[in-house]
């Protein structure tokens, strides 16, 4: 008998087609680098949260029939005791708690999350603990308390594994939801275990489901799903009226935020739109030269890799910069990464930056408030550095927003309702993308780095890796470039 898991329960719970296709077409996961990373990062948590309670007893068993068995004698024997990923099955339900203690009559349980606490995410983790808990409930177990055991922004590398968590008690949250998940259990039951795969219902939640062509016909593309921060109620709101594609809809249905007219007319011409091109000129012939294309990327782990980050902290390891001195005149490139991942190198980063930057009167970023942050960040960390401090805070202030140059005048269907660097490129400058790397994206660079850091690859494929980091980081400005050429060319015609 095929159980059904908190996973299949919860992805029943967003959508009952996706929780059908969980449980009865699971597909081979490959996971990216940065999805790989997270998932041994988030089991290395998991390890290291055992340590708040060391007494416990690991339920080693993976077989959750077994599991079960072994937990519930346990359970029977013993007075008091704590165990670690304990199975407890509830008809067709199935739930491994990371940590239960039993203490006379009743359990205490305990989700082993690898977020901040206080994170934004916390509202899915009580939904997590809400099953567990219903499915342990539902067995006859009293459940005291109910707790999410979450990364302590107080902890430092060197640390005692016990300062890496704190313990939220969230029993009340989880005791509103309970009696509302124990009356989904049932017609969840009938749902999975069903051959019939149900029929689902087009909405909001759709938006990004790889499913919709296969529940509807339909194609995101040229969509309602592309106009940016619709939100819920007005994306549902559209698809009541009958609505889906871009072009069906009446211009007035949008209102008159001009970046989703912008989208709506060219989704609907199937062109580039390009609105207020005398403001943009003006913006354009405001950048003093020579101008600076700059990006950082930054790693960031639960178990800081330096002395004085915080878990998740991000710390610049690289940057590339393009100048670009006259408007007519060649590129020059600068560039920086780590020699050393294993050391702290961000105040050889900071100084080498600074010299790269002294001639730059415009600094160019995409989605630049990242870029600004980071500079005043290293200028807080190097602040017994005054010189260094004051001139990084003062490029700081330097930025014109290229995603903000776009976003504001220009819209072409290729976009997909995003400004990301990687949307644009493509879209407005042919021939020039990010095909054949290594390394796919921001998220991808930062755990190849992190890997690095800890020693994770072999001698013989750093340079290679490197190598690729620093491609990786030089198509991004290169981009900015284009992007920027591509905007002075579109404003002067
Ligand atoms: S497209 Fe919508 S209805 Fe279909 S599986 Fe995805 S979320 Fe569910």
New binding site residues.
């Given amino acids: 008998m095929k159980l059904i898991t908190k996973k299949m329960f919860l992805e029943y719970d967003y959508?009952p087609?996706?929780g059908w296709i969980e449980r009865n077409e699971p597909r081979e996961f490959r996971p990216t680098i940065a999805e790989d990373f997270r998932m041994k990062e988030g089991l290395d948590v998991g390890r290291r949260a055992r340590s708040l309670f060391p007494e416990g007893i690991l339920i080693e068993e993976m077989d959750p029939f077994e599991a079960s068995f072994i937990t519930e004698r346990i359970i029977g024997d013993r007075e008091s005791v704590t165990l670690f990923e304990p199975a407890f099955i509830s008809g067709d339900f199935v739930s491994r708690a990371d940590v239960v203690i039993k203490e006379g009559e009743s359990l205490d349980v305990f989700e082993v999350k690898s977020s901040l606490a206080g994170s934004s995410n916390t509202k899915d983790y009580i939904r997590d603990l809400s099953y567990t808990v219903s499915v342990i409930e539902s067995l006859g177990h009293r459940v005291n308390r109910a707790c999410l055991i979450m990364v302590s922004r107080m902890y430092r590398k060197g640390d005692e594994d016990r300062k890496l968590f704190e313990i939220i008690d969230v029993t009340d949250e989880v005791s509103a939801q309970k009696s509302e998940i124990k009356a989904k259990l049932e017609p969840a039951s009938v749902i999975l275990t069903s051959t019939l795969i149900p029929s689902?219902?087009?909405g909001y939640?759709?938006r990004d489901?790889e499913?919709?062509r296969r529940?509807?016909g339909l194609e995101r593309k040229l969509s309602i799903f592309e106009l940016p921060r619709l939100g819920a109620d007005k994306t549902d709101a559209l698809i009541e009226r009958g609505y889906f594609y871009l072009e069906e809809l009446p211009r007035e249905a949008l209102g008159d935020k001009p970046l989703l007219q912008r989208v709506f007319r060219g989704a609907k011409e199937g062109r580039i739109v390009f609105d207020e091109p005398e403001e943009l000129r003006e913006k354009l012939n405001s950048f003093k030269y020579p101008i600076g294309y700059l990006d950082f990327e930054t790693a960031a782990s639960v178990i800081p890799l330096y002395d004085g980050l915080a878990p998740y902290e991000g710390i610049p390891y690289q940057y590339s910069l393009h100048i670009r001195r006259e408007v007519s005149d060649v590129l020059e490139h600068r560039e920086f990464l780590f020699d050393n991942p294993s050391r702290d190198e961000s105040l050889l980063l900071a100084e080498r930056l600074v010299e790269d930057l002294k001639d730059c009167r415009t600094l160019m970023a995409h989605h630049a408030s990242v870029e600004r942050n980071i500079l005043r960040w290293l200028s807080n960390r190097y602040k017994d550095f005054p010189e260094l401090s004051e001139q990084l805070i003062s490029f700081s202030e330097m930025f014109v927003d290229s995603e903000l140059l776009v976003k504001n005048h220009i819209y072409h269907p290729d976009f997909g309702g995003s400004f990301s660097i990687k949307r644009l490129l493509p879209a407005l400058v042919k021939g020039v993308g990010y095909e054949g790397l290594f390394i796919h994206n921001g998220d991808d660079a930062r755990y190849v780095f992190v890997n690095m850091a800890l020693g994770n690859y072999r001698e013989s494929e750093i340079e290679k890796i490197r190598r690729d980091m620093l491609e990786y980081c030089r198509m991004d400005t290169l981009a900015m470039v284009e992007i920027h050429g591509f905007l002075c060319d579109l404003s002067s015609e």
């Fill in positions: 959508c087609v996706r689902g219902s087009l939640k759709c489901c499913h919709l529940c509807f």
